[in-house]
């Protein structure tokens, strides 16, 4: 069955750069694009960035544009979100993502904490 499995979330300063990381299992990882999500407490769930099944295109929400850095590695059927200059805001988990006809598939979450 399809699984994600998310890692690298942590307590980080404001400034600071967390690296998340997303395994994937159960399907064929290059035939599919690939999203983070993040939900901050008492919020709705947001769409950080998408990357294609080639990694040949990416998108971010503009709030993170210029700091976030969604990739991929199909021969290790990881997805990756590098996060730099983090503020208090990023505060949030963090879902991997991905979608196959009209079902949906996420991780359990990495918790991400950005405070002094």
């Known amino acids: 069955q399809v699984q994600l499995v998310e890692s690298g979330g942590g307590l980080v300063q404001p400034g600071g750069s967390l690296r998340l990381s997303c395994a994937a299992s159960?399907?064929?990882?290059?035939?599919?694009?690939m999203r983070w999500y993040r939900q901050a407490p008492g919020k709705e769930r947001e769409l950080v960035a998408t990357?294609?099944?080639?990694?040949?295109?990416?998108s971010y929400t503009d709030s993170v544009k210029g700091r976030f850095t969604i990739s991929r590695v199909n021969d290790k059927n990881t997805v990756l979100l590098q996060m730099n200059s983090l503020k208090p805001e990023d505060t949030a988990v963090y879902y991997c993502?991905?979608?196959?006809?009209?079902?949906?598939?996420w991780g359990q979450g990495t918790q991400v904490t950005v405070s002094s």
């Open positions: 159960g399907f064929t990882f290059s035939r599919y694009a």
């Open positions: 990357i294609t099944n080639t990694g040949g295109s990416t």
């Open positions: 993502h991905t979608w196959m006809g009209l079902k949906d598939y």
